[in-house]
C-alpha cells in the first residue's frame, strides 16, 4: 500500500510553520553541539484506533545547549518489515527549552494490526542525533489484542494520570473496589431500574467514591478509545439477610470452617457472605445489578473476581437434607460452575457488554476460558504456590501438569492451553514483587521495583502469546493483589524500559498472538542446546509457526536471557518469609548476563527468504536489524544459522 510522502511541521498549541530548505540551512548552520538534541517522549492522542483512523502524535523535543537548534526529522510508520508511511518535518527549538511537534497521519484501512512508529532527527549533515519509537494499535474491539490496565482511585479526576494509562496503549481498564463495600445489599449505588440515587459512598478498604468521578473517568477512557470494566466479585455479598442467606448462601463443607453446635456456618471471609453461582435465583440477582451499574456509571462490562477455590461446598439447601452426607448433599467445587455462571450472564444480561472472570490461581481457568467471556484472564500466585498449571492434551482433554503457578514455566504454560482450547489471549496478574511489599511495608522507606523481575515476567508473559496486568494508575507498577499498594515505584529506567515493551507487544502483536502455535524444533546457541522452558541461568527459546493469517509461513524465535538468575520461579524474594531479612535489597532477581555476537541454529525444513532480529530493549527498542543466512544439514537435519549481535533481555528472532 503506498502513501503519500508529505512535509509537515506543527507546533502544539502554536502556529503552523513551514520552512524552506534554503531557511533551515541557514539556520542550522547557526547553531551549536546539534548532538544535544534530545527526543524525549513520544504520545499519541488515543490508545487505540479504528480502521482509516487519523492519529496526531506528538514528538516533545529538548534542547540542552545555550542556543537554538534546528534541523530535519522523518517519521516513520513500519507494518512488521514494510514500510507504509513516511513524514519529513522540520524543528527549531529555542535555547535551555522543549517544544512538542504535531504531526497528523491517517492510517490504512485494515483491521487488527499493529504498528511500529520510529521517529529520527537529524543534523545539518543528515546525521541522525537522536532516536525514538512508539506504535499503534488499529482495532476494531478490544477482544484480540487486550490490554489491562488497572485504576484504584474513584473520589477525584485526574487527567493527568488517566493520560499516561492511554500513553502506556492500555486499552481495558480494571476498576479496582469501586463499590460500595458497606451496603446491606449487592453493593451497588442505583436502584432496580439503573437510576443513580446515591452520589457518594466508601468502598470495601473505606476509601471515598465518587459516582460523577467514575462516571467522568469512564467518558474520559472513551474518548482515548479505551474500554472500563467494573471489578466486582461474583458472589459474595456485605451483610445480607438472612432470607438472602438461606436462599442463596454457600455454606463450608470440606477444607474450611468450623462446626458450631451441630450447624455447619456459612462460608465468609471478613465481612463478606459468598453465594452459590450454581443456582439461578443468586445469577439473576447479581447480573441485574451488576448490568445496572454497568450502564448507570458507563463502564463497559464486568471483571468478576474469586477468591480461588476452598475445597467442596455446599448450598443452604444442606438445611433440608435429614441425611447429611456428601452422597445426599449438593457438595461441589466453586470452579466448576465458572462454565455454566459466564454462559448465564453472558446470555441474559452481557449481551452487548463485556465479561471476564479471574479464576485465582488458575484453578478453573478451562472452565472460564472456554466459556463465551470476552476475555480470559487469570491471577497466578508465586511464593511456593500450590496451584497447578494445566495442558491440553492430544486427546483435547486437560490435565495437571503438576507444576506450580509460581515458575516462569507456569506462565507460557497457562498462556499456551487458554489458546488452544479458546483462541483467547490471556491476561496474567503474577505478583513477582509480593513477598518484597509485605516486607518493606514493615520500614515505611520508599522503595524501587526491581527491573530484571518485572521484565522477565514481561518477556515470558508476551513473548508467549499473553499479556500481563501491571501497569496503572498513572506511571505505578502494580505491587501485589492489594492494587492500591504503591510501596515499589518505578525509577526512571525501568519506566523507559516498561514503555518500550508497551510498545513493542503493539507494535509485534501480529507475530506474538495472532495464530502463532508452538512447533518443537531445536534451537541452538553457539553449539548449546536450548531448552523451551526456563530452567535457570541460561537462554530460553522457543520457536513458533505461524498458520491462518496473511502471514502463513513466518516462524519466530524467542530468546529470554536468564543467564545470571539460577531461579524458576518469578515472584522477586520467593521462598523467603516475610519475617526473614532480605539480602541484596531484597532481590532475589537480577540483570541477566548480557550476551554479544553468538550464533543461533534453528532446524528447520522451511526455506526461509530472510529474517530479521527486534527487541523492546535499549539496544533495538522495537527497530529491526537484518540478519544473514545460512544453510545446512547435519547429522539432525536441516537447519538455518545466523548471528546475532545482543541480547538483554528478551529478542524476537523473525524468518519469513
Do not use: C
Not at 329 to 357: C, P, R
Not at 567 to 583: H, I, P, R
Amino acid at each position: 500500500m503506498n502513501f503519500k510522502k508529505i512535509m509537515i511541521i506543527t507546533v502544539l498549541f502554536g502556529s503552523l510553520s513551514v520552512m524552506t530548505g534554503a531557511q533551515a540551512d541557514t539556520l542550522i548552520e547557526n547553531s551549536a553541539d546539534k548532538k544535544t538534541i534530545k527526543i524525549e517522549k513520544i504520545t499519541t492522542d488515543k490508545a487505540r484506533y479504528l480502521p482509516k483512523d487519523k492519529v496526531t502524535t506528538v514528538i516533545t523535543v529538548k534542547n540542552p545547549a545555550n542556543v537554538a537548534q534546528y534541523g530535519t526529522g522523518k517519521l516513520k510508520m513500519n507494518y512488521l518489515e514494510k514500510e507504509i508511511s513516511e513524514l519529513d518535518f522540520y524543528y527549531q527549538v529555542e535555547a535551555y527549552s522543549e517544544k512538542k511537534l504535531s504531526l497528523q497521519f491517517s492510517l490504512p484501512a485494515e483491521d487488527l494490526k499493529g504498528y511500529l512508529l520510529d521517529v529520527t532527527l537529524a543534523d545539518d549533515d543528515k546525521k541522525i542525533v537522536s532516536e525514538m519509537t512508539n506504535a499503534v494499535d488499529v482495532s476494531s474491539n478490544v477482544t484480540k489484542f487486550p490490554r489491562y490496565g488497572y485504576l484504584t482511585s474513584f473520589d477525584t479526576f485526574n487527567q493527568k494520570n488517566l493520560e499516561q494509562m492511554k500513553d502506556f496503549h492500555l486499552n481495558l481498564i480494571q476498576n479496582y473496589d469501586w463499590y460500595d463495600g458497606n451496603s446491606p445489599q449487592i453493593p451497588m449505588p442505583q436502584d432496580e431500574n439503573g437510576t443513580l440515587n446515591r452520589k457518594t459512598w466508601q468502598n470495601y478498604m473505606g476509601k471515598t467514591v465518587k459516582a460523577a468521578t467514575v462516571i467522568q473517568q469512564n467518558d474520559f477512557f472513551h474518548q482515548m478509545n479505551m474500554q472500563s470494566m467494573a471489578y466486582d466479585m461474583i458472589y459474595a455479598m456485605t451483610n445480607p439477610l438472612q432470607s438472602e442467606l438461606k436462599s442463596w448462601g454457600l455454606m463450608n463443607f470440606e477444607n474450611y470452617g468450623d462446626y458450631n453446635g451441630g450447624q455447619w456456618n456459612y462460608f465468609t471471609i471478613g465481612k463478606q457472605f459468598y453465594m452459590d453461582i450454581g443456582l439461578n435465583g443468586w445469577r439473576d440477582f447479581i447480573g441485574k445489578n451488576v448490568k445496572n451499574a454497568v450502564e448507570t456509571l458507563h463502564f463497559d462490562g464486568w471483571h468478576g473476581d474469586t477468591i480461588g477455590e476452598w475445597g467442596k461446598h455446599y448450598n443452604a439447601s444442606y438445611q433440608e437434607v435429614e441425611d447429611k452426607t456428601v452422597e445426599n448433599v449438593d457438595a461441589h467445587l466453586v470452579s466448576s460452575q465458572y462454565f455454566d455462571f459466564l454462559n448465564y450472564q453472558k446470555e441474559n444480561f452481557f449481551q452487548n457488554k463485556l465479561l471476564a472472570l479471574n479464576p485465582v490461581g488458575s484453578i478453573g481457568l478451562q472452565n472460564s476460558v472456554m466459556s463465551r467471556s470476552d476475555i480470559a484472564y487469570t491471577e497466578m500466585w508465586g511464593n511456593g504456590s500450590k496451584d497447578k498449571a494445566l495442558k491440553k492434551n492430544s486427546d483435547g482433554s486437560v490435565t495437571n501438569t503438576g507444576v506450580s503457578t509460581a515458575t516462569y514455566q507456569a506462565l507460557k504454560d497457562n498462556i499456551d492451553l487458554t489458546r488452544q482450547l479458546s483462541g483467547k489471549s490471556l491476561i496474567v496478574a503474577n505478583y513477582q514483587e509480593h513477598n518484597r511489599v509485605k516486607e518493606w511495608n514493615k520500614s515505611g522507606i520508599e522503595h524501587s521495583l526491581n527491573k530484571a523481575a518485572m521484565l522477565l515476567s514481561e518477556a515470558e508473559v508476551v513473548a508467549s502469546g499473553g499479556s500481563r496486568v501491571s501497569l496503572g494508575d498513572g506511571q505505578n507498577a502494580l505491587n501485589s493483589d492489594y492494587f492500591p499498594d504503591k510501596t515499589l515505584k518505578m525509577d526512571g529506567d525501568l519506566l523507559f524500559s516498561m514503555q518500550n515493551y508497551q510498545n513493542f507487544q503493539v507494535a509485534y502483536q501480529n507475530l506474538l498472538r495472532d495464530g502463532q502455535e508452538n512447533n518443537e524444533n531445536e534451537i541452538q546457541m553457539n553449539g548449546k542446546v536450548l531448552l523451551n522452558k526456563q530452567a535457570g541461568n541460561q537462554v530460553q527459546a522457543f520457536a513458533k509457526s505461524t498458520t491462518g493469517t496473511w502471514e502463513t509461513g513466518t516462524d519466530t524465535i524467542q530468546l529470554i536471557n536468564f543467564v545470571g538468575n539460577d531461579l524458576q520461579e518469578w515472584e522477586d524474594g520467593a521462598g523467603v518469609a516475610a519475617d526473614d531479612s532480605f539480602d541484596n535489597n531484597g532481590q532475589h532477581h537480577f540483570e541477566p548476563a548480557y550476551q554479544k555476537d553468538f550464533t543461533v541454529k534453528y532446524y528447520t525444513n522451511k526455506n526461509f527468504k530472510e529474517a530479521y532480529v527486534t527487541s523492546p530493549d535499549y539496544d533495538f527498542q522495537g527497530k529491526q536489524q537484518k540478519l544473514q543466512l545460512n544453510f545446512g544439514s547435519d547429522e539432525k537435519g536441516k537447519y538455518v544459522e545466523f548471528k546475532v549481535s545482543s541480547l538483554e533481555y528478551w529478542d524476537m528472532v523473525v524468518l519469513k
